[in-house]
């Protein structure tokens, strides 16, 4: 059974970096691609980007020049970077399974991080 | 983008009754391969969001045969029969066919 566990900071003050790692128990990162979601508080959720284990990725138009994602095939660990942050990336950050067909079949248990001066 | 759009998003269901939850794509999720990457979701408070069914209609494993999907192209439904109290929470449905994959805006079910 697939487990996913994170872990990063919560608490942020604007213009800081945004940094969360999660790993991945019961498995390997394998051929496939994995993700970041996040959800701000008492909203819905948006897709962040994916990354597989050649350090390919795919990012959300709409974060793209703020966001890297990496890979640690050695620790089955893949990480999110986020710089400049404001108010509005305030939410519940989740890493979980992605591609096409493997999109959200595991979820990480989610970090909330807040961006507050 | 692809905009996802769920209705209702308040669905307040007697327990035991059945629930139907619609998805409606702005473009055809069919795949370049000819599948279609509709997936449906449920969130507790609280609890991250667990996936139940995925291209379309395959449940995944542990997920009760109460939950079942349906549609094709753009039109999808989520049909859950004889409501249980653990059933509440917000569904969502997500496409992962075109990228960025999105969501809709979520259903919230309640026990009337």
């Known amino acids: 059974q697939v487990q996913l566990q994170q872990w990063g900071a919560g608490l942020l003050k604007p213009s800081e970096t945004l940094s969360l790692t999660c790993a991945v128990y019961?498995?390997?990162?394998?051929?496939?691609?994995w993700s970041w979601i996040r959800q701000p508080p008492g909203k819905g959720l948006e897709w962040i980007g994916e990354i597989n284990h050649t350090g390919s990725t795919s990012y959300n138009p709409s974060l793209t020049g703020r966001v890297t994602m990496s890979v640690d095939t050695s620790k089955s660990h893949f990480s999110l970077r986020l710089t400049y942050v404001t108010a509005a990336d305030t939410a519940i950050y989740y890493c979980?399974?992605?591609?096409?067909?493997?999109?959200?079949?595991?979820w990480g248990q989610g970090n909330l991080v807040s961006v507050s001066s | 983008d692809i905009v996802m759009t769920q209705s209702p998003l308040s669905l307040p269901v007697t327990l035991g009754q059945s629930a139907s939850i619609s998805c409606r794509s702005s473009?055809?999720?069919?795949?370049?391969?000819?599948?279609?990457?509709l997936n449906w979701f449920h969130q507790r408070p609280g609890q991250s969001p667990r996936r139940l069914i995925y291209m379309v209609s395959k449940r995944d494993s542990g997920v009760p045969d109460r939950f079942s999907g349906s549609g094709s192209g753009t039109e999808f439904t989520l049909k859950i029969t004889r409501v249980e109290a653990e059933d509440v929470g917000v569904y969502y449905c997500m496409q992962s066919t075109h990228w960025p994959n999105s969501f809709g805006q979520g259903t919230r079910l309640e026990i009337k």
């Open positions: 979980a399974k992605g591609g096409p067909l493997g999109a959200g079949a595991y």
């Open positions: 473009q055809s999720l069919v795949y370049s391969d000819g599948d279609t990457h």
């Open positions: 019961g498995g390997s990162l394998g051929t496939d691609y």
